[in-house]
T-cell receptor
Framework: AQTVTQSQPEMSVQEAETVTLSCTYD???????LFWYKQPPSRQMILVIR??????QNATENRFSVNFQKAAKSFSLKISDSQLGDAAMYFC?????FGQGAQKLVFGQGTRLTINP | KAGVTQTPRYLIKTRGQQVTLSCSPI?????VSWYQQTPGQGLQFLFE???????NKGNFPGRFSGRQFSNSRSEMNVSTLELGDSALYLC????????????FGPGTRLTVL
């Protein structure tokens, strides 16, 4: 079974600075998808970024980018120019590319990000 | 395009009762997945429905069940509620292929007293 680990329960950063959230995962599969979701206090889970394992290029969405290291099974999220609205719980998630596992997300325990003004 | 909607947003029940939660997916999405979120266990997959068929089920007791209707709306039911069932229940919808992304609703907060 696949597992996802986020080793930083909490992190804080000054507004306008850069922060990196860590995520590692364990799988024997070669093809899969990785995601970062954001859950603000409203509890709505919002997709931040998605990475296909077969793509070597790291995904980028505006101020959000990932560092995907397939061999190391590492998938970190970098937030540049942090804004107050970035404060939330961030979840790393894994999904298989085929088979029954493709129907479910496996989540890490989350990292609570605080932005200091 | 409207997002995923869940009703009700909040529920309070007592032990032994049963509860039904509803999820309406994004228009055109045929897959609905359900997740339970608790402080202790985090986010756990309950089940996934596609075209009215359950395709995958997580490791939850039989008290947790679900169904999907022809318009892709889904319901989940929890019978004989226990205190430990208190949680945020999230549903997510997608087109249902192997490549697409799941989009989440706002959740239903269930409190069992």
């Amino acid at each position: 079974a696949q597992t996802v680990t986020q080793s930083q329960p909490e992190m804080s950063v000054q507004e306008a600075e850069t922060v990196t959230l860590s995520c590692t995962y364990d799988t024997s599969e070669s093809d899969y998808y990785l995601f970062w979701y954001k859950q603000p206090p409203s509890r709505q889970m919002i997709l931040v970024i998605r990475q296909e394992a077969y793509k070597q290029q790291n995904a980028t969405e505006n101020r959000f980018s990932v560092n995907f290291q397939k061999a190391a099974k590492s998938f970190s999220l970098k937030i540049s120019d942090s804004q107050l609205g970035d404060a939330a719980m961030y979840f790393c998630a894994y999904r298989s590319a085929f088979g029954q596992g493709a129907q479910k997300l496996v989540f890490g325990q989350g990292t609570r990000l605080t932005i200091n003004p | 395009k409207a997002g995923v909607t869940q009703t009700p947003r909040y529920l309070i029940k007592t032990r032994g009762q049963q509860v039904t939660l509803s999820c309406s997916p994004i228009s055109g999405h045929r897959s609905v997945s359900w997740y339970q979120q608790t402080p202790g266990q985090g986010l756990q997959f309950l089940f996934e429905y596609f075209s009215e068929t359950q395709r995958n089920k997580g490791n939850f007791p039989g008290r947790f069940s679900g169904r999907q209707f022809s318009n892709s709306r889904s319901e989940m039911n929890v019978s004989t509620l226990e205190l430990g069932d208190s949680a945020l229940y999230l549903c997510a919808s997608s087109f249902g292929t192997y490549t697409d992304t799941q989009y989440f609703g706002p959740g239903t907060r269930l409190t069992v007293l």
